[in-house]
């Protein structure tokens, strides 16, 4: 049962009982979380309704969720796509392949995987995989493949005595395989022919762990600040400052005055990173995190039930606190304040998001506590949730949907790798793959016309001016509603629904028209054509960056011209505002972060 309908039973008890007004009425009396939480403890009904769901959960969560069969069908799923060249759906079929295999199933997962990155000539990830597969035990005989293609990576690498060894051992698995790879041996013979003379093999073979702390070191690579690092600050430059407003509460303000395009900012989202799949983004990350023995199930249940509609929140919730610990959180709740550096890496930084929780209704509240103290049970091996992490669930339950930021990622083929030039645009999807707590991040209020854009860099996010911002004056991010795109009165509803603010920016109080009804310059370029040629220069062709990048400059240029000398909105300034965010978000698909 997944919780919306848990709950929905839980009302219908209250109301059967004769309990619900009587019991509101009190619970409006909580005046903390810690209260709220005792009271949803000692209320029978609740937990004589909880019971039986938990217990079914808690069965269901050690089920055994491997299945060879479903296994080899993602399996076939994906060798479909791959086929037809679609690369990414093809990876998407072999990670489901991959989270309910086991053995065999899992090795050729792995294998098939690799092909597909060899394909888009990402080294490796294709070695890792390669090394994978071998550990689950790949079939002998098909063997011979998978070291030639971990030679090509070797080779591609630059490790040319790496690239012989597995050379050669294909060599030695095809030879003793007899005459029908005779073709197949000719080949890998003068691969190792062309090798040169390697005198010696001292090199010895990566793990699949040396090989993942070799992409992890490229992924985690931050973009580097544009200013100096600010000490009270850490993950921001000291163009920013932290300060606080009566009507706005904390934000961030400009101490000198930051250009379009500048970095300024550039959190790690790993501190509370959460996919959305039952499955390790790395070995590493399996082995180190003891905490994923509780969460895996749940997220796996969550998912077989249906996540209900805070599912997602509550399972950031969870990874928090288990990421955290007990004795962590007892220390947030003694501590006030954090002190003078606001360090995203210390967890009372997320302990002091904003909750608005004065300003939510009884109900929602009451609905809240609950999901905690369920969430919390479902954590613990018996159905006694402790109070201080179901507390520190319910916190976060609160603050997460007006702070929880989403990663994304572009999927584009790599440059070089594209069959056709004149692929569809169409084909790049920014795609959400998780979701993520980072506390600097959050301090950043919204506009519906905002200053700064968010570019994730892998797992990690960079904020770039979008356009000139003053000194003194506050960055503003945009929380998913922009005046181009809705109108005023939907915007207003939907931010005070989520975030409980009534938006007071330009856009709101001058009362902006969206795109389509907005004005249009005389004399300027219809920009339609010029992004089409832009985005597939990205992309498409090796040689077209430098010419990108160009292009970019000239956005940039085009829209501070455009600042100062045109009343907005112009459609053009949107549009050249939407390049520059395309830009931002290729560059960074497209860095050496993430490829080499
Ligand atoms: C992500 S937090 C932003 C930082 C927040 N001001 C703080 O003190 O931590 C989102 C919350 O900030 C407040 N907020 C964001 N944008 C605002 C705005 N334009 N005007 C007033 N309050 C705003 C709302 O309470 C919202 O739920």
Redesign the pocket.
């Known amino acids: 049962m997944d919780f919306d309908n848990l709950f929905a039973q839980i009302c219908q008890d209250l109301k059967e009982t004769g309990e619900i007004i009587e019991m509101s009425a009190r619970f409006s009396t909580c005046s903390s979380d810690a209260q709220r939480i005792s009271f949803i403890l000692a209320t029978n009904t609740v937990r004589k309704c909880l019971q039986e769901p938990l217990s079914l959960a808690k069965q269901e969560m050690s089920a055994p969720c491997k299945s060879q069969s479903l296994s080899a069908s993602h399996r076939a799923e994906g060798n479909n796509y791959y086929q037809k060249k679609l690369n990414w759906k093809a990876i998407s079929s072999y990670n489901r392949s991959l989270l309910v295999g086991e053995g065999e199933s899992l090795a050729l997962a792995y294998a098939n995987r690799s092909a597909v990155f060899h394909d888009m000539a990402d080294w490796l990830h294709s070695l890792r995989d390669i090394q994978l597969a071998l550990d689950q035990g790949y079939p002998k005989h098909l063997e011979h493949k998978l070291r030639e293609r971990q030679g090509n990576c070797w080779q591609e690498l630059g490790h040319v005595t790496r690239a012989f060894k597995s050379f050669n051992l294909a060599k030695e698995l095809l030879a003793s395989a007899g005459q029908q790879h005779k073709d197949k041996l000719i080949s890998i013979t003068s691969k190792i022919r062309k090798l040169g003379d390697v005198m010696e093999v001292t090199e010895s073979m990566s793990n699949a762990t040396s090989i993942e702390q070799e992409i992890i070191k490229k992924r985690r690579l931050a973009p580097e600040l544009n200013r100096d690092r600010n000490i009270l600050l850490p993950s921001a430059s000291t163009s920013i400052e932290l300060t ?2 009566v ?5 961030l303000v400009a101490t000198e005055d930051i250009p379009i395009d500048r970095r300024d900012y550039s959190g790690q989202v790993l501190n509370n990173f959460f996919q959305f799949q039952v499955g390790f983004c790395s070995t590493i990350c399996r082995d180190e995190a003891t905490y994923h023995q509780s969460e895996c199930g749940l997220t796996d249940l969550f998912h077989r039930t249906g996540v209900g509609s805070h599912g997602f929140i509550g399972l950031l919730a969870v990874r928090t606190v288990l990421k955290t610990g007990r004795d962590k959180i007892v220390m947030a709740n003694q501590q006030e304040s954090i002190g003078k550096v606001y360090d995203s890496s210390d967890y009372g930084t997320i302990h ?3 909750g ?1 929780t004065s ?1 939510r209704s009884v109900a929602d509240l009451f609905r809240r506590a609950v999901m905690a103290v369920y969430l919390t049970s479902l954590m613990q091996p018996d159905n006694e949730p402790d109070q201080v992490l179901a507390t520190a669930v319910l916190r976060l339950l609160q603050s997460y949907p ?2 929880a930021h989403e990663i994304c990622y572009l999927a584009v083929p790599l440059p070089g790798t594209s069959r056709r030039a004149d692929r569809p645009l169409q084909q790049i999807q920014l795609c959400e793959i998780g979701s993520a707590a980072m506390p600097v ?7 519906c016309d905002p200053n700064i854009a968010r570019v994730c860099y892998g797992d990690v996010i960079a904020i770039k001016a979008i356009r000139r911002i003053a000194r003194g004056e506050e960055l ?2 945009n ?1 998913g509603y922009h005046y181009a795109v809705h109108e005023k009165s939907e915007r207003q509803t939907r ?1 005070f629904r ?8 330009r856009a709101c109080v001058e009362d902006w028209p969206r795109y389509a009804d907005a004005p249009r310059l005389d004399n300027r370029p219809d920009l339609s054509e010029t992004v089409d040629r832009y985005v597939k220069l990205r992309w498409c062709d090796p040689d077209g960056p430098p010419e990108a990048s160009e292009m970019a400059r000239s956005f940039i240029g085009y829209l501070e011209a455009m600042e100062t000398s045109v009343k907005l909105p112009v459609q053009e300034y949107n549009s050249a505002q939407e390049i520059l965010k395309h830009y931002f978000e290729l560059s960074a698909t497209l860095s050496r972060h993430l490829v080499d």
Do not use: A, E, K, T
Request: aromatic share 12%; net charge positive; hydrophobic share 25%.
């Open positions: 606080d407003s009507d706005r509460g904390r934000c002091r998001l904003v608005n300003q007006c702070n991040l959050s301090l950043i209020n919204h506009s503003l991010d929380y931010l989520q975030y409980y603010f009534r938006c007071n920016c």
